[in-house]
Protein backbone atom coordinates (compact mmCIF):
# COMPACT_ATOMS: atom_id res chain seq x y z
CA UNK A 1 0.00 0.00 0.00
CA UNK A 2 1.40 3.72 -0.92
CA UNK A 3 1.26 6.24 1.02
CA UNK A 4 -0.88 9.51 -0.56
CA UNK A 5 0.58 13.14 -0.82
CA UNK A 6 -0.35 15.99 -0.09
CA UNK A 7 0.61 18.17 -2.92
CA UNK A 8 -2.63 20.67 -2.32
CA UNK A 9 -0.81 22.84 0.47
CA UNK A 10 -4.21 22.70 2.26
CA UNK A 11 -4.02 22.14 5.58
CA UNK A 12 -6.01 18.72 7.73
CA UNK A 13 -8.58 19.78 10.32
CA UNK A 14 -7.91 16.87 13.04
CA UNK A 15 -11.49 14.93 13.26
CA UNK A 16 -11.74 16.25 17.13
CA UNK A 17 -11.79 19.83 16.68
CA UNK A 18 -14.95 18.54 14.70
CA UNK A 19 -18.44 17.55 16.26
CA UNK A 20 -21.55 16.97 14.36
CA UNK A 21 -24.65 15.91 15.87
CA UNK A 22 -28.17 15.00 14.13
CA UNK A 23 -31.21 15.77 15.29
CA UNK A 24 -34.77 14.68 14.57
CA UNK A 25 -36.36 11.67 12.47
CA UNK A 26 -36.87 10.93 9.28
CA UNK A 27 -39.76 13.61 8.86
CA UNK A 28 -37.52 16.74 10.11
CA UNK A 29 -33.42 16.09 10.77
CA UNK A 30 -31.31 18.94 11.81
CA UNK A 31 -27.80 19.19 12.75
CA UNK A 32 -25.62 21.20 14.90
CA UNK A 33 -21.85 21.68 14.47
CA UNK A 34 -18.96 22.45 17.22
CA UNK A 35 -15.96 23.79 15.00
CA UNK A 36 -12.59 24.66 16.47
CA UNK A 37 -10.38 26.28 14.57
CA UNK A 38 -8.19 28.08 17.09
CA UNK A 39 -4.64 27.80 16.81
CA UNK A 40 -4.69 26.38 12.94
CA UNK A 41 -3.15 29.28 12.09
CA UNK A 42 -5.74 30.29 9.58
CA UNK A 43 -6.69 33.68 8.21
CA UNK A 44 -9.71 35.20 10.21
CA UNK A 45 -11.25 36.06 7.51
CA UNK A 46 -11.53 32.58 5.23
CA UNK A 47 -15.13 31.42 5.06
CA UNK A 48 -16.20 28.39 6.76
CA UNK A 49 -18.77 26.24 4.93
CA UNK A 50 -20.13 22.49 6.25
CA UNK A 51 -21.02 20.11 3.66
CA UNK A 52 -23.23 17.57 4.11
CA UNK A 53 -23.45 14.72 1.59
CA UNK A 54 -23.94 10.91 0.35
CA UNK A 55 -22.56 10.10 -2.63
CA UNK A 56 -23.61 13.17 -5.46
CA UNK A 57 -26.46 14.60 -2.79
CA UNK A 58 -25.11 17.21 -0.78
CA UNK A 59 -25.93 20.43 0.47
CA UNK A 60 -23.49 23.52 2.09
CA UNK A 61 -23.87 25.67 4.87
CA UNK A 62 -22.48 28.71 5.68
CA UNK A 63 -20.76 28.81 8.97
CA UNK A 64 -19.46 32.14 9.11
CA UNK A 65 -15.63 32.73 8.75
CA UNK A 66 -13.13 31.46 11.11
CA UNK A 67 -12.88 34.67 13.08
CA UNK A 68 -16.71 34.68 13.40
CA UNK A 69 -18.10 31.62 13.93
CA UNK A 70 -21.76 31.16 13.63
CA UNK A 71 -24.27 28.60 12.33
CA UNK A 72 -26.69 29.29 10.24
CA UNK A 73 -30.59 29.74 10.76
CA UNK A 74 -31.66 26.89 8.05
CA UNK A 75 -29.68 23.27 9.16
CA UNK A 76 -31.95 20.54 7.74
CA UNK A 77 -30.97 18.27 6.05
CA UNK A 78 -34.00 17.64 3.67
CA UNK A 79 -32.95 15.86 0.68
CA UNK A 80 -30.16 14.14 1.56
CA UNK A 81 -31.37 10.16 0.62
CA UNK A 82 -30.35 8.91 4.79
CA UNK A 83 -30.46 9.36 8.32
CA UNK A 84 -27.15 10.49 8.79
CA UNK A 85 -24.70 11.83 6.04
CA UNK A 86 -21.38 11.96 6.21
CA UNK A 87 -19.92 15.64 6.62
CA UNK A 88 -17.21 17.93 5.86
CA UNK A 89 -15.50 21.23 6.85
CA UNK A 90 -14.13 23.55 4.23
CA UNK A 91 -12.05 26.82 5.27
CA UNK A 92 -11.75 28.77 1.97
CA UNK A 93 -9.75 31.84 1.33
CA UNK A 94 -12.60 34.34 -0.83
CA UNK A 95 -11.38 35.79 -3.59
CA UNK A 96 -12.27 37.26 -7.21
CA UNK A 97 -12.26 33.57 -8.77
CA UNK A 98 -13.06 30.35 -7.08
CA UNK A 99 -11.67 30.56 -3.45
CA UNK A 100 -9.00 28.19 -2.81
CA UNK A 101 -9.56 25.82 0.05
CA UNK A 102 -7.02 26.55 3.06
CA UNK A 103 -7.84 23.16 5.53
CA UNK A 104 -10.85 20.63 5.68
CA UNK A 105 -12.10 17.67 7.27
CA UNK A 106 -13.21 14.94 5.17
CA UNK A 107 -15.35 12.35 6.02
CA UNK A 108 -16.74 13.66 9.21
CA UNK A 109 -19.38 10.63 10.94
CA UNK A 110 -21.90 12.72 12.47
CA UNK A 111 -23.30 11.50 16.06
CA UNK A 112 -26.98 11.08 16.44
CA UNK A 113 -29.05 12.60 19.23
CA UNK A 114 -31.38 9.61 19.78
CA UNK A 115 -29.30 7.13 20.25
CA UNK A 116 -28.50 7.66 24.31
CA UNK A 117 -28.05 3.92 25.13
CA UNK A 118 -25.03 3.13 22.22
CA UNK A 119 -22.21 4.41 21.28
CA UNK A 120 -23.45 7.31 19.61
CA UNK A 121 -20.54 7.39 16.81
CA UNK A 122 -19.97 4.42 15.24
CA UNK A 123 -17.17 2.85 12.79
CA UNK A 124 -20.17 1.18 10.84
CA UNK A 125 -23.07 3.87 10.86
CA UNK A 126 -26.20 2.17 10.05
CA UNK A 127 -29.59 2.89 8.02
CA UNK A 128 -32.63 2.00 7.54
CA UNK A 129 -34.24 1.29 4.25
CA UNK A 130 -36.67 -1.29 2.42
CA UNK A 131 -34.70 -4.05 1.24
CA UNK A 132 -37.28 -6.05 -0.09
CA UNK A 133 -37.01 -9.94 0.68
CA UNK A 134 -33.47 -9.04 2.25
CA UNK A 135 -32.61 -8.27 5.73
CA UNK A 136 -29.79 -6.31 6.03
CA UNK A 137 -26.99 -5.45 3.09
CA UNK A 138 -23.26 -3.55 3.48
CA UNK A 139 -22.93 -0.21 1.22
CA UNK A 140 -19.33 -0.17 0.71
CA UNK A 141 -20.00 1.73 -2.04
CA UNK A 142 -20.30 5.43 -0.17
CA UNK A 143 -17.22 7.12 1.33
CA UNK A 144 -17.66 5.28 4.81
CA UNK A 145 -19.36 1.23 5.31
CA UNK A 146 -22.61 1.42 6.02
CA UNK A 147 -24.80 -1.50 7.68
CA UNK A 148 -28.12 -1.16 5.81
CA UNK A 149 -30.73 -2.94 7.92
CA UNK A 150 -34.69 -3.46 6.76
CA UNK A 151 -36.72 -1.16 7.70
CA UNK A 152 -39.87 -3.38 6.99
CA UNK A 153 -39.23 -5.51 10.05
CA UNK A 154 -40.02 -3.58 13.38
CA UNK A 155 -37.69 -3.92 16.53
CA UNK A 156 -34.59 -4.87 13.98
CA UNK A 157 -32.73 -2.49 15.20
CA UNK A 158 -32.32 -3.97 19.15
CA UNK A 159 -32.48 -7.55 16.90
CA UNK A 160 -29.14 -6.20 15.01
CA UNK A 161 -27.78 -4.28 18.19
CA UNK A 162 -28.17 -7.38 20.64
CA UNK A 163 -29.50 -10.49 18.68
CA UNK A 164 -27.37 -13.44 18.80
CA UNK A 165 -28.24 -14.38 15.51
CA UNK A 166 -26.71 -11.01 14.16
CA UNK A 167 -23.69 -11.79 16.50
CA UNK A 168 -22.64 -14.90 15.63
CA UNK A 169 -23.80 -15.18 12.09
CA UNK A 170 -23.90 -11.83 10.58
CA UNK A 171 -20.93 -9.31 12.20
CA UNK A 172 -18.04 -11.85 11.70
CA UNK A 173 -19.03 -11.84 8.02
CA UNK A 174 -19.12 -7.78 7.70
CA UNK A 175 -16.07 -7.61 9.42
CA UNK A 176 -13.99 -10.22 7.08
CA UNK A 177 -15.85 -7.96 4.38
CA UNK A 178 -14.28 -4.46 5.21
CA UNK A 179 -10.98 -5.87 6.36
CA UNK A 180 -10.56 -7.80 3.09
CA UNK A 181 -11.66 -4.18 0.78
CA UNK A 182 -8.97 -2.65 2.77
CA UNK A 183 -5.89 -5.25 2.31
CA UNK A 184 -7.14 -5.64 -1.89
CA UNK A 185 -7.92 -2.18 -2.58
CA UNK A 186 -4.84 -0.27 -3.17
CA UNK A 187 -6.93 2.92 -3.08
CA UNK A 188 -7.38 2.24 0.34
CA UNK A 189 -4.28 3.15 2.44
CA UNK A 190 -4.56 3.04 6.26
CA UNK A 191 -1.74 5.02 6.79
CA UNK A 192 -2.68 8.14 4.54
CA UNK A 193 -5.25 9.87 7.16
CA UNK A 194 -5.80 9.03 10.48
CA UNK A 195 -9.19 10.19 10.44
CA UNK A 196 -10.12 8.21 7.61
CA UNK A 197 -11.95 4.68 7.53
CA UNK A 198 -9.65 2.54 6.76
CA UNK A 199 -7.04 3.43 9.67
CA UNK A 200 -9.71 3.47 11.94
CA UNK A 201 -11.13 0.03 11.19
CA UNK A 202 -7.48 -1.16 11.35
CA UNK A 203 -6.86 0.85 14.64
CA UNK A 204 -9.89 -1.25 15.91
CA UNK A 205 -8.33 -4.70 14.86
CA UNK A 206 -5.32 -3.51 16.76
CA UNK A 207 -6.30 -1.70 19.95
CA UNK A 208 -9.58 -3.71 20.47
CA UNK A 209 -8.49 -7.67 19.29
CA UNK A 210 -5.12 -7.36 19.57
CA UNK A 211 -3.66 -8.34 16.34
CA UNK A 212 -0.68 -6.75 14.33
CA UNK A 213 -1.80 -4.19 11.92
CA UNK A 214 -1.78 -5.77 8.39
CA UNK A 215 0.86 -7.22 5.53
CA UNK A 216 2.18 -3.79 2.98
CA UNK A 217 2.46 -6.67 0.52
CA UNK A 218 2.94 -10.13 0.10
CA UNK A 219 6.53 -10.18 0.71
CA UNK A 220 5.43 -8.93 4.15
CA UNK A 221 2.45 -11.49 4.33
CA UNK A 222 -0.51 -13.00 3.44
CA UNK A 223 -3.04 -10.55 3.64
CA UNK A 224 -5.64 -12.63 3.38
CA UNK A 225 -4.37 -14.97 6.14
CA UNK A 226 -4.40 -11.79 8.14
CA UNK A 227 -8.08 -10.81 7.76
CA UNK A 228 -8.92 -14.45 8.96
CA UNK A 229 -6.72 -14.00 12.01
CA UNK A 230 -8.48 -11.11 12.91
CA UNK A 231 -12.36 -12.37 12.61
CA UNK A 232 -10.98 -15.43 14.76
CA UNK A 233 -10.11 -12.98 17.34
CA UNK A 234 -13.46 -10.93 17.08
CA UNK A 235 -15.49 -14.37 17.50
CA UNK A 236 -12.97 -15.52 20.08
CA UNK A 237 -13.35 -12.03 22.22
CA UNK A 238 -17.50 -12.55 21.71
CA UNK A 239 -17.37 -16.29 22.48
CA UNK A 240 -19.41 -16.71 19.60
CA UNK A 241 -19.51 -19.81 19.59
CA UNK A 242 -20.77 -20.33 23.35
CA UNK A 243 -23.04 -17.46 22.30
CA UNK A 244 -24.11 -19.60 18.96
CA UNK A 245 -25.14 -22.52 21.30
CA UNK A 246 -26.67 -20.81 24.03
CA UNK A 247 -29.13 -19.61 21.14
CA UNK A 248 -29.55 -23.40 19.86
CA UNK A 249 -30.09 -24.35 23.65
CA UNK A 250 -32.57 -21.79 23.78
CA UNK A 251 -34.50 -23.29 20.64
CA UNK A 252 -34.86 -26.51 21.85
CA UNK A 253 -32.02 -27.33 18.81
Request: hydrophobic content about 40%; proline content about 7%; some cysteine.
Amino acid sequence: MIRRLNFTGRKKIPRSRVRIVVHGDELRRTFDAELKLDGLELPAVAAVYVEAYHRSAYRRYDFGTVGRLGPPADRSLDGLPVASPLFRVKVVRQGRSIGRILAAAERVVPERADREDEQRQSLLPVEYQDLGERIWTLDLEADWPRLILNERFAGIRDFARSGPEFLTLVYPEILRTILTRIVRDPDLDPDSDEDDWPTLWIRFVRRELGRPRPPRSWEDGDPAAWVDDAVTAFCVRKHVVAEFERYLAGRGA
